[in-house]
Nanobody, 125 residues
Framework: VQLQASGGGLVQTGGSLRLSCAAS????????MGWFRQAPGKERESVAV????????VYTDSVKGRFTISRDNAKNTVYLQMNSLKPEDTAVYYC???????????????????WGQGTQVTVSS
């Protein structure tokens, strides 16, 4: 599976962005999908995850109520809607595909096999 992330950019504090992750070479319906981010000098962290069917989602505490992960398996695409952006959201954002699980939780980067190339999100103060 090849993943292509897009939608990043420069936005002011309080603004919004919508990231997309399009897949080719396989069906995303076979995977849980996650968004991760990595800020300069920091480790990569998981931000949000959605189950393979889209019914379940989990978010890291810092983005709860501001970010929404969703998926459209018919379009083989996953989204991350980011609202009320803050400077601390500045990072490179990655989408990734991982195995289906019986219980959904935020994954570590080591659990996910397929990765997109990353898209830069910069939030100015």
């Amino acid at each position: 599976v090849q993943l292509q992330a897009s939608g990043g950019g420069l936005v002011q504090t309080g603004g919004s962005l919508r990231l997309s992750c399009a897949a080719s070479g396989g069906s995303l319906s076979s995977y849980n999908m996650g968004w991760f981010r990595q800020a300069p000098g920091k480790e990569r962290e998981s931000v949000a995850v959605v189950s393979w069917g889209g019914a379940r989602t989990v978010y890291t505490d810092s983005v709860k109520g501001r970010f929404t992960i969703s998926r459209d398996n018919a379009k083989n695409t996953v989204y991350l809607q980011m609202n009320s952006l803050k400077p601390e959201d500045t990072a490179v954002y990655y989408c990734a595909a991982g195995p289906k699980t019986s219980q959904l939780r935020l994954p570590t980067e080591y659990e996910y096999e397929y990765w997109g190339q990353g898209t830069q999100v910069t939030v100015s103060s």
